[in-house]
C-alpha cells in the first residue's frame, strides 16, 4: 500500500514556474513507477510526465516536453514536477500516481493516487 500527497500547487503567470512535489508513505516507494497526471476542467485526466522506480528512466507528453521535468528522491520517498514556461493551458489539478511501469500512459496502469494539487497560470 500507498499513501500520496502532493503540494506545491498555486497561481502563477504565465511564463512562470513551479515545482510539485509528492510525498509517498509506505516502505516499498522505490519499487514503483511513477507519474504524474492533470485534469482541466470539463476534460479528461491526462498524462504528463512518468519516471522509473530508479530514476534512470523518464517519459513525457509531448505537450510538456521540453518545458517539465520529472525527478524522484527514493530516499526521501518523493517525485517532483518542475514545470517552468507554464501557460494557461497547464491550469489543471496535478495528480502523482504509482504504478508498475514507468511507460505506461493510462490511468488504469497506476494503482495509488494522490488528491492532487490546484495549478492556476493566469494570461
Known amino acids: 500500500q500507498v499513501q500520496l500527497v502532493e503540494s506545491g500547487g498555486g497561481l502563477v503567470q504565465a511564463g512562470g514556474s513551479l515545482r510539485l512535489s509528492c510525498a509517498a508513505s509506505?516502505?516499498?516507494?522505490?519499487?514503483?513507477?511513477m507519474g504524474w497526471f492533470r485534469q482541466a476542467p470539463g476534460k479528461e485526466r491526462e498524462f504528463v510526465a512518468a519516471?522509473?522506480?530508479?530514476?534512470?528512466?523518464?517519459l513525457y507528453a509531448a505537450s510538456v516536453k521540453g518545458r517539465f521535468t520529472i525527478s524522484r528522491d527514493n530516499a526521501k520517498n518523493t517525485v517532483y514536477l518542475q514545470m517552468n514556461s507554464l501557460n494557461f493551458e497547464d491550469t489543471a489539478v496535478y495528480y502523482c500516481?504509482?504504478?508498475?511501469?514507468?511507460?505506461?500512459?493510462?490511468?488504469?496502469?497506476?494503482?495509488?493516487w494522490g488528491q492532487g494539487t490546484q495549478v492556476t497560470v493566469s494570461s
Open positions: 500516481a504509482a504504478g508498475r511501469d514507468y511507460y505506461r500512459t493510462s490511468i488504469t496502469d497506476y494503482d495509488y
Open positions: 509506505g516502505r516499498t516507494f522505490s519499487s514503483y513507477a
Open positions: 519516471i522509473s522506480w530508479s530514476g534512470a528512466s523518464t
